[in-house]
């Protein structure tokens, strides 16, 4: 340790939710010109803690304290943390669609006089800084005519207008292209030799590598690790990272397995928003009567592309092929790959899964409705049957099958979610992230509700971000990296480091 | 997530969600009632309310039978309106061009008989097939071309109107048919009216014997047989008196028979229906919608149709009522839908309405116009005092849900 006061300092950060301690006590700090990384699973924590860091937590929201330069700071809010020079540039960008660069840049402080904004003095600005970006963006040009890796560019020119001392980057990379990354590895190179502090989150540890100074492993709201990074390996940052106990609430149970019922050949899917990124390339996969196939990866590695994919929901153009039963089958909307056979519990339940508004039991038969009632009466007879048998099954808590979906636990409203699949009749059933956000009484019940509907011949196809999850539940496990399959394990030989290592692209593992 | 802690944890289980929570209440005094069905209520005491007011704020003539026929009749074109936009607004979307639509449809159908020398039949089915034709654009237009319906409509207003002023060459077309001012004008036979109100209040009974036998069937409470009796007796005292009121005058108007049965087939197809449940939940949740295989651009071109059929019959009304077709006919009639629907507690963002809460709302804006112009007020004022009975009736609406 050094003894000069570090530049940043945060000290026992603590913070909770309802329900869900997020931060236990994470100190971090750092120095002028370095990269630090901060790295870590899904819901680490990482995202909180630059949150409290930019002022979206505001100061009595959270335990611990916040030093720059050895005063203690209580940000109020956004403005707060900018005014001590923290800029924080998030995964999903703040920058006006409609708005030129310049006005991004300048956006609430645009140079003025007697109230009347000066463009000369804004644009030229504007174009002063990005030439010191050695950036060839026009200020004029509009936001949305740009790409999503320039667009991060003009993100961290606007930070710099702030006069930054204190950057913060959460995930820049994720939708860069190799060029890309390398322009921003330059311009961070050149911040750092400014001076300017950097706290650099990233999945992707070959970047984390090359930029960082230091790096700070975070795991379920802890600090598991600080060190410089020349002293880390990448095996001991993964074993950081996943260093937890598989088990214990996951019935292990193989499941017996039949024929192949499902398989996908060559699909592809481009992603609509950016020309020429393919989410999911070329993927190959099958799944058979009775077996849970678990599909591990990290956030954006295209894993719900996959899904909605084949579902006939996404957006993006596809191509690849789908065989059900060894017979080829089109699917080009939901309805179709419903007919099918197919069920998705999509993620994201509220926005995704329920019309919150509406009863439990409207909630259960919405996408079964014709199989349930009839096709063009509803039949409230048939519907409350269906509906109570599969909340006694489920054991969906509520008064009854007509209390508002809205009002019911997380727990309750996954549970609402695949009762609507399971009433479906599938053959299939995709589960995406079916036990975030909700308590571990509830998992459980929803990890045994797979396991019997594996028992009774359902195929299984469960995507999650936490391991433990996918290596406790899966007969079989394939690794996602940057939409390519980059591993594929079975149960036996899957182990939380094997997985990771593949989920961050740093190795390759055929079954 | 801690998973290592998951053993200490497992046991406990998820509370259970008291009653409270699950129903919305509204504590009045020391009475809980569901929030839902006291706004029901909150609109029908209303009503009541600005009967009573208007009733002996003009020497009584309000409710008299033959200035209640008229308010029935008056409500008709607003009510089929606001079933159809009713559906339309349960989706999310809004349809501003049915005034153009029943001007140019009424005119059509006006022409066809007076210009063209068509019978009745084949003049009504010209006016209706056109508003249906348009809606089927305008629904093509937002649903597969993703133009948005406030867009798609609002050149509609423009458009269609301007089509009828084309064809009419400005000038007002009389019906010469007497069978089509009939629609308007006449009434139904005083016998046959005591027929349909034998019909409705054995509807009533035998509906309500279903339902309580359907809640002892999943367990729910049964009301009691007082509660029972009550709930048939009152819809029959209201079915009575509404039937004996009309007869005094000179029977039920025969667009008043049309807005019931147009009512009746509106809430029959959003409460029992596929179709209808798919409605609610594309305005409730598109997104959720969708991923559960429902098609919406289908459903939405067919709210679309639906509502411009019912513009084609609201048209034929408002038109047989005046006895002629002018150019400048519905004006402002969509404003008037939307508000009726949206008095009658539903939501502009979609998910939530019924055809009941909008019949509702078609006769609290009728009585005031009725009721304001017995009372002489002045036009001017009517309109000021119908907006901010608008503004004040969403108004309370938002601080009731809020504290809800």
């Not at chain 1, 989410?279 to 190959?284: F, G, P, Q």
Request: aromatic share 6%; with cysteine.
């Amino acid at each position: 340790m050094s003894t000069v006061t570090p530049f940043l300092e945060m000290r026992n950060i603590t913070k909770t939710f309802p329900g869900v301690r997020a931060l236990d006590g994470v100190s971090l700090d750092l120095q002028k010109g370095e990269v630090h990384a901060l790295v870590g699973e899904n819901g680490a924590g990482k995202s909180t803690l630059m949150k409290i860091l930019g002022g979206v937590y505001p100061h009595p929201q959270y335990g611990g304290e916040v030093f720059i330069e050895g005063s203690l700071q209580q940000f109020s809010g956004v403005r707060d943390a900018e005014k001590a020079g923290i800029a924080v540039i998030y995964q999903e960008l703040s920058l006006v669609r409609e708005m030129t660069v310049g006005e991004n840049i300048f956006l609430g402080r645009e140079p003025r006089k007697f109230g009347v904004i000066r463009w000369e003095d804004l644009y030229r600005r504007a174009s002063e800084l990005l030439a010191d970006l050695h950036l060839s963006i026009d200020p004029h040009t509009l936001i949305r005519n740009l790409g999503i890796g320039q667009q991060q560019l003009v993100e961290i020119a606007k930070a710099l207008s702030h006069d930054a001392r204190i950057l913060v980057l959460d995930e820049p990379t994720a939708a860069l292209n190799d060029g890309e990354v390398e322009t921003l590895f330059v311009i961070l190179n050149k911040l750092r030799a400014r001076g300017v502090g950097m706290i650099y989150i990233s999945h992707k540890l070959n970047e984390v590598f090359r930029i960082s100074d230091r790096i700070t492993v975070l795991r379920d709201g802890k600090t598991v690790g600080t060190n410089a990074t020349r002293a880390w390996t990448e095996p001991q940052i993964i074993a950081r990272m996943v260093g937890r106990e598989v088990g214990d609430i996951f019935p292990v149970i193989d499941h017996a397995q039949g024929e192949t019922i499902f398989e996908v050949t060559n699909f592809s899917v481009t992603d609509p928003a950016v020309a020429g990124k393919k989410l999911v390339d070329n993927v190959n996969f099958s799944v058979r009567h009775g077996e849970v196939l678990g599909i591990a990866g990290l956030m954006g590695a295209g894993r719900s592309d996959l899904l909605m994919a084949i579902f006939g929901a996404h957006a993006g153009r596809v191509s690849g092929e789908i065989k059900l039963e060894g017979r080829r089958i089109d699917i080009s909307s939901p309805a179709d790959a419903i007919k099918q056979g197919i069920g998705f519990v999509t993620e994201d339940r509220k926005r995704f899964g329920l019309v919150l508004d509406q009863t439990i039991l409207n909630n259960m038969t919405l996408a079964g409705l014709r199989r349930i009632s009839g096709r063009f009466l509803t039949s409230v007879d048939a519907e409350s049957a269906a509906g109570e048998r599969s909340m006694k099954e489920l054991r969906v808590k509520a008064n009854s099958v007509f209390t508002i979906a809205g009002t019911l636990s997380g727990g309750n409203q996954q549970k609402v979610v695949l009762a609507k699949w399971l009433l479906t009749n599938p053959r299939v059933l995709f589960l995406d992230e079916p036990t975030r956000g909700i308590d571990v009484g509830a998992k459980q019940e929803i990890y045994a509700q797979i396991n019997k509907l594996a028992k009774s011949g359902l195929a299984i196809v469960l995507v999650s971000s936490e391991l433990p999850e996918v290596l406790g539940m899966s007969d079989r496990i394939l690794v996602l990296h940057e939409g390519r399959i980059t591993g594929e394990f079975s149960r036996a030989a899957a182990t939380p480091e094997k997985v990771m290592a593949c989920a961050t692209g740093r190795a390759q593992q055929a079954a | 997530m801690l998973m290592n802690n998951a053993a200490a944890t497992i046991s406990e289980p998820e509370p259970l969600p008291d009653a409270d929570e699950t129903t919305p209440v509204t504590s009045i005094g020391k009475f809980k009632i569901p929030t839902e069905v006291l706004r029901a209520y909150t609109m029908v005491f209303a009503l009541v309310a600005i009967w009573i007011y208007f009733h002996f704020s003009t020497d009584r003539i309000f409710l008299d039978p033959r200035n209640f026929s008229n308010l029935m009749r008056q409500t008709s074109v607003t009510g089929v309106l606001a079933v159809g936009m009713l559906m339309v607004i349960i989706t999310a979307q809004i349809d501003l061009s049915v005034g153009s639509v029943v001007g140019l449809a009424g005119g059509i159908a006006a022409i066809a008989q007076g210009w063209y020398g068509y019978g009745l039949i084949p003049s009504l089915t010209a006016g209706v097939a056109v508003a249906i034709a348009i809606g089927a654009l305008q629904g093509s237009l937002t649903a597969y071309l993703n133009i948005p319906a406030f867009i798609v409509t609002l050149g509609g207003l423009l458009a269609w109107r301007g089509v009828i002023l084309g064809l009419s060459k400005g000038e007002t077309i009389p019906l010469r048919l007497q069978s089509f001012k009939a629609i308007g004008q006449n009434y139904v036979d005083r016998r046959a009216g005591w027929i349909l109100a034998g019909l409705a209040i054995a509807a009533v009974v035998w509906m309500m014997i279903a339902r309580n036998r359907a809640r002892r069937r999943h367990g729910l409470a049964v009301p009691s047989l007082g509660s029972t009796v009550f709930r048939i007796a009152l819809p029959t005292a209201v079915i009575l008196w509404f039937i004996y009121t009309m007869n005094t005058y000179e029977g039920v108007p025969i667009p008043v028979i049309i807005l019931i049965a147009i009512a009746l087939a509106g809430a029959f197809l959003t409460q029992n229906t596929t179709f209808g449940r798919y409605l609610y939940a594309i305005g409730g949740n598109p997104d959720a919608a969708r991923l559960s295989g429902i098609n919406i651009r289908k459903h939405i071109l067919a709210v679309f149709c639906i509502m411009g059929a019912l513009a084609g019959v609201a048209s034929i009304i408002y038109t047989a009522r005046v006895g002629s077709a002018s150019p400048d006919a519905g004006q402002l009639l969509e404003l008037d839908a939307i508000a009726a629907c949206v008095i009658g507690g539903t939501s502009l963002m979609g998910g939530r309405g019924t055809v009941f809460g909008a019949i509702l709302g078609a006769l609290i804006m009728a009585s005031l116009d009725n009721g304001m112009s017995l009372m002489r007020v002045e036009p001017y004022s009517q309109m000021i005092i119908k907006g901010a009975i608008l503004v004040a009736a969403v108004g309370l609406d938002m601080a009731g849900r809020k504290r809800g």
